[in-house]
Nanobody, 122 residues
Framework: VQLEESGGGLVQAGGSLTLSCVVS????????LGWFRQAPGKEREFVAS????????DVSPSVRGRFTISRDVAKNTVYLQMNTLKPEDTAVYYC????????????????WGQGTQVTVSS
């Protein structure tokens, strides 16, 4: 199983980016996908998660109203639309798969991508 993120980069505060994560290899009947981020010197932080069908989502209060998670089941791809970016959003963003469901806790996720850097300048 591989998860590959893309779409990171450098953007000015107030700008937007869309991250993508493609899941390849084996998939499961009911797996959730999540986005996490980790800034230098800080712990990995939950950003958003989504069920296999895309029918339910959960977004961290720190980004709610600015970030949106979605997925294309046919393409095994999950997206993170990030609007009104702030310098404090600067971090490496990781995509992860939870084969038993979905949630906010990093420990429940079984597979992780390598991450993509997002840098927001002020």
């Amino acid at each position: 199983v591989q998860l590959e993120e893309s779409g990171g980069g450098l953007v000015q505060a107030g700008g937007s980016l869309t991250l993508s994560c493609v899941v390849s290899g084996r998939t499961w009947d009911n797996y959730g996908l999540g986005w996490f981020r980790q800034a230098p010197g800080k712990e990995r932080e939950f950003v958003a998660s989504i069920t296999k069908s895309g029918g339910a989502t959960d977004v961290s209060p720190s980004v709610r109203g600015r970030f949106t998670i979605s997925r294309d089941v046919a393409k095994n791809t999950v997206y993170l639309q990030m609007n009104t970016l702030k310098p404090e959003d600067t971090a490496v963003y990781y995509c992860a798969a939870d084969i038993s469901g979905w949630g906010r806790e990093a420990f429940r996720y079984d597979y992780w991508g390598q991450g993509t850097q997002v840098t927001v300048s002020s």
